[in-house]
């Protein structure tokens, strides 16, 4: 059962179920139909105890042993009676030829008070089984009546049987009917696995079940076809990575070569560049190994995971945009800060990376200061530049995107995207506008607290 299919499994469950039920009514209903016919035979012994007359007419000295039958007579079922006393010597009626064995039982009961009595199986003379009641008549003595119990046990053995067949009946039913079940509730999950293989085999991620009803397939059947649509996503959005980063790449790449092609040809030529034109070159793949580093170092940032990033501290957040001004300084940033402490649960290499990029994004259009602002935990960059023109404003935070008026400045249109992953990852959000007199505002929000211990609950 273990290792069977789960259609198998369920019919082999519904079965067992249905056949115990099967067991369990029959042997409550042939316990119940014994009991009654128990009780009804008892009944029935209590009708046919001989009458004070029919007692006396027994007399003294009476026939003690059972006679022979009449010629061609046979006994059918009908009652017997007999007179025990206390040394066990019994009184038969004249006219019957049938005596009832007395037991030690019977005998005990002629010492009782009168009228008590015992009820017991026992056997005539000619070994047929019967039911005894035993009754205490006083001065030692005590009448036994008998009627036969082949009529309860007939009963009995006719029920055992029927209730046998009814069972053998409905298990194979139970089976047929659970075979039909299993088919029909299996359905949707034989759909299921279908498609499933289906993708193993094609990595087909457009394929979808259809989903009918509000049940545990279709809600299963809905995240099914919610993974393959992430699954789908995620693949593209890789190939799209791939795509962008290798045409991002081949720029510098493709400079790198044509500076290195030209010093490795005045060497081998013997013909030894300018002075000032081969410091120009020399400038110049340096500052193509400067893109590309920072290129690789964006790339791998963005392709971080949810497993693959670090673990989350509580650590002072006005003290992490303090040291990026500090190094957006360094670049030549003209900064003016108004920062209040703040501290969040995240990741400060991130955030510092990510505020460095809005500071950085700032100064190539600012002419002059940068404005940044921390309260309450919100941090607000303002620049005063031209701003952002409104068909670009959807497109700030995509992969590689850059508008027109940027393409010609340094930089990979990684930044905006490094800066929406790292606040998203400390639970905050980031926005970007166009400031009413001119210049962008990008607007940072984390969840977090004024002070470095958290509240008592």
Known sequence: MRHGSLRS???????????IAIAAVAAVSGWLVYRELDEGINASLENVRPTPAEVRDVGWPCKQNPGSPPPGSQWYGGPVWQI??????????????????VEPADIAVTKLPPEKSVTRDG???????VRVLTTSIGNDGAIMAAIPEHGMYGALSTLVKSLVLVALVGVLGAATIGLLIANTALRPVRRLTKAVEHIAQTEDLDTTIPVKGDDEIARLSRSFNAMTAALAGSRDRQRQLVADAGHELRTPLTSLRTNIDLLLRSEQTGRALDPAAKERLLVNVKAQFAELSTLVGDLLMLSRGETDREPH??????????????R?????AEVRSDLEPWYVLGNPASLERAVLN???NAAKFSPGEIDVQLEAGVLTV??????????????VFERFWRSSSARSLPGSGLGLAIVMQAVKEAGGSVELENAPDGGVLATISLPGLSSSQPPHA
């Open 328 to 332: 957006a300084e360094l670049r030549g």
């Open 382 to 395: 303002r620049d005063h530049g031209p701003g952002i023109p409104d068909q670009d404003m959807p497109h």
């Open 358 to 360: 809005l500071l950085d």
């Open 84 to 101: 025990v006393t206390d040394s066990g010597e019994r009184c038969l009626p004249h006219e019957q030829w049938l005596a009832i064995k």
């Open 123 to 129: 056997e005539l003379s000619n070994g047929k089984h």
């Open 313 to 326: 501290t509580r650590f002072a957040f006005h003290e992490v945009v303090a040291a990026a001004i500090e």
């Open 9 to 19: 499994r369920l019919t082999l469950l519904v079965t067992a179920a249905v056949a």
